[in-house]
């Protein structure tokens, strides 16, 4: 009979990872899991966390500014990058040993070292060159940020792994990309006052999102002072006597003290022993899974980032805790990857569960968009020219609410509550008669009464 070390090896201790090992030691499952670099995984260490810090750093110079319009004098502010920087470092050690400790309790044995698969029960701990029998392999590995297209120069450019260390902050930016991490970050670094370039190649920021979001999104950070060089590329960096020349593709040079490239990352499978087991990777190196996150090989399953399917923490999360509960908990369960609310932490944030407005034609054919946009009350009195948009889409035929679409203040916080109610399938009639609450902006997602005029459905075929 074969002997197993442990019931469970998983490979990488981010955010399914952990989940995963901690819910079957949970079971009483024997488990065991390796990291590489840090405990916590991108979410925690170079992801989700640190930026929303860093975010919250931005929008002080908003509030400082808006105080004014209330009778506060502020004195003179000033900002420190290298305090913002070591305080977020401190955050994220303390983060990490709480995860290290939840591990621990669990029972969960961690190895600090890159671990590979060498065949379908086998892990190869490089750091001590040991072998681990396993039951089960979990790959959870996550993904990496990559510096692409790659163009001459491309070597002088960062991603968002190093943006968290930079020992100053630059006074001057370019950040490529028009996906969430890169309007993040545009968002950041504008509100602490760097001069800001955003270089994206679609016409408009935030591809996938409702169109409405999209061209508002694109107006507030014009007005915020963020230089938008859309439909372009970069073609080359150069070294310049005073930063980073970045040469455009209208042929325009724009010199800069840093380039930040978020435009896209890639899963984290490479020299990971997948081909020994005879498992292939899709076109973006991402491992397919069934289902149950279970790979062609019974005893390897694969959660996260690594699978790439819907690339959030709590998606993660769930992959990893399901893979659990399926295997030692004998509950086979699966994550439903429809209907997943999200935020963007631009400045103005943005929520989003459901269908945007195209996507809802086409899937749902007769649908009721009401929209509503305005100048939220605190705006009024500070002189600010931020605009507030809600959006809701409505399936025509059974009155589901099947979008909510929110820009603006603590959209993430909105669209947590509004997604519990479309994700239990709330009508607009049941939005309706929800009590306003006064005076709030998210009373207007309960007293929109009047649909907008779209478009029918346009004939396929
Ligand atoms: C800048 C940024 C901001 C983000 N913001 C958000 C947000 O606001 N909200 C949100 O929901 N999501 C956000 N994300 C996405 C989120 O971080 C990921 O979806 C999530 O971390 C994926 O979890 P995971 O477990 O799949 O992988 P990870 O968390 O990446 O964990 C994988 C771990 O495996 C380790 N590893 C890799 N290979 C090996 C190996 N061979 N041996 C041992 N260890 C290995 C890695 O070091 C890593 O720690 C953000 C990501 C980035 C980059």
Same mark, same amino acid.
């Given at each position: 009979m074969t002997q197993f070390d442990v019931d469970l090896f998983v490979i990488g201790g981010g955010s399914g990872g952990v989940r995963a090992a901690r819910i079957a030691a949970n079971y009483g499952a024997k488990v065991m899991i390796a990291e590489e670099y840090r405990i916590g995984g991108t979410c925690v260490i170079r992801g989700c966390v640190p930026k929303k810090l860093m975010v919250y750093a931005s929008r002080f110079a908003d509030e400082f500014h808006d105080a004014a319009g209330f009778g506060w004098t502020v004195g003179e502010t000033s900002f420190d990058w290298a305090t913002l920087i070591r305080n977020k470092d401190e955050e994220i050690d303390r983060l990490e040993g709480i995860y290290r400790a939840n591990l621990e309790r669990a029972g969960v044995e961690t190895i600090n070292s890159r671990a590979v698969i060498e065949d379908a029960h086998t892990i190869h701990? !490089? $750091?001590?060159g040991a072998r681990i029998r396993a039951r089960y392999i979990l790959v959870a590995v996550g993904a990496h940020p990559t510096l692409e297209p790659a163009i001459p120069g491309g070597e002088l450019g960062i991603t968002s792994n190093e943006v968290f260390h930079l020992e100053t902050q630059p006074r001057r930016i370019m950040v490529v990309g028009g996906g969430y991490i890169a309007v993040e970050f545009a968002g950041v670094f504008a509100g602490l006052g760097s001069d800001v370039t955003l270089v994206h190649? /679609? *016409? $408009? !920021? !935030?591809? /996938?999102? *409702?169109e409405d979001v999209r061209d508002a999104l694109g107006e507030a950070y014009a007005q915020r002072g963020i230089n938008l060089a859309l439909k372009t590329t970069v073609t080359r960096l150069d070294k310049a006597a005073d930063g980073i020349a970045a040469t455009l593709s209208d042929g325009s040079v724009v010199t800069v003290d840093q380039v930040l490239v978020a435009t896209g990352r890639r899963p984290n499978t490479k020299g990971l022993g997948l081909e020994k087991v005879g498992i292939t990777v899709d076109e973006v190196g991402a491992i397919p899974v069934d289902t149950y996150s279970q790979t062609l090989i019974p005893s390897i399953y694969a959660v996260g980032d690594v699978t790439n399917r819907v690339n959030l923490t709590p998606i993660a999360i769930r992959e990893g805790h399901a893979f659990a509960d399926t295997v030692f908990g004998r509950k086979p369960t699966i994550v439903d990857h429809d209907l997943i609310p999200t935020a963007v932490f631009s400045t103005p944030e943005i929520g989003v569960i459901g269908c945007g407005e195209a996507a809802a034609r086409q899937v749902y054919g007769d649908i009721d968009v009401y929209k509503t946009a305005f100048r939220p009350m605190k705006a009024t009195r500070s002189g600010g020219s931020e605009r507030v948009l809600m959006k809701l889409v409505v399936d025509k035929a059974t009155d589901k609410v099947v979008g909510v679409h929110i820009m603006g203040h603590d959209a993430g916080e909105l669209i947590q509550l509004a997604g519990i109610a479309v994700t239990m399938g709330a009508t607009k009639a049941d939005f309706d008669r929800t009590v306003a609450v006064h005076p709030t902006a998210a009373e207007e997602l309960v007293t929109m009464r009047t649909p907008v005029v779209v478009k029918k459905p346009v004939a396929v075929g």
């Open positions: 701990i !490089l $750091k001590t190649r /679609g *016409d $408009k !920021l !935030l591809r /996938g999102f *409702d």
